[in-house]
Every structure is written in C-alpha cells, then in structure tokens.
C-alpha cells in the first residue's frame, strides 16, 4: 500500500507560482507512474500531469502545458509539480496519485492510489 501526502498549496496573485509536492510512503515510489489531477468547485475532476516510472517522460493537460513541470525524485520518493504564470482557473483542489500499470495517464480508473489534496487558490 502507498500513502501519498501532498503539500505547497496556498493563496497565490495571478501570475505567481506554486510548487506542490506529493511525498509517498509505505512503498518506493520508482515502481510506479504518477499523476497530478485537480477538482475546481462545481466540475469534475481533470487530469493535469502524469509522469513516467523513470521520470524522464511527461505528460500534461493542454490547459497547463508550458507553464506546469512534473518531476519526479525516486530517491527522496516525492514528486513534484511546478505551476507557473498561474491563473484563475488554474484555482482548485489538486490531487497526486501513483499507478503500477495503465495505458493513459489522464484515466483516473488507472490510479491505484491517491492523495487527500492541497487546496492552490489563485486570486485575480
């Protein structure tokens, strides 16, 4: 079992950045994918980020590209994610989750585990 416990959230101005990090326990993560996804209020929850097992290969959401970074560090078995020029509607309730196998980053059904969320509240 993997317990994942994310953290960074906060009151940001548009414009401003945020690093959230997501700390795993109970199991390594270097046997596993992982994934950002976030929930505003009133929608549904959306895929932001995925990242592969080695961490060199990186996926996101075409709402963030280019302004958000998933990384992953197997040794200190934390992952991370780098919002940029933030937004608006980038304000929501973000999540991390880990996966063994699957065959598209952005399916939550693929998610084995998740986190209980750290709330990022972008001011306009």
């Known amino acids: 079992q993997v317990q994942l416990v994310e953290s960074g959230g906060g009151l940001v101005q548009a414009g401003g950045s945020l690093r959230l990090s997501c700390a795993a326990s109970?199991?390594?993560?270097?046997?596993?994918?992982m994934g950002w996804f976030r929930q505003a209020p009133g929608k549904e929850r959306e895929f932001v980020a995925g990242?592969?097992?080695?961490?060199?290969?990186?996926y996101y959401a075409d709402s963030v590209k280019g302004r958000f970074t998933m990384s992953k560090d197997n040794a200190k078995n934390t992952v991370y994610l780098q919002m940029n020029s933030l937004k608006f509607e980038d304000t929501a309730v973000y999540y991390c989750a880990s996966r063994l196998s699957g065959t598209s980053y952005g399916r939550e059904s693929e998610y084995d585990y998740w986190g209980q969320g750290t709330q990022v509240t972008v001011s306009s």
């Open positions: 990242i592969s097992t080695s961490g060199r290969i990186t």
């Open positions: 109970g199991r390594t993560i270097s046997s596993f994918a």
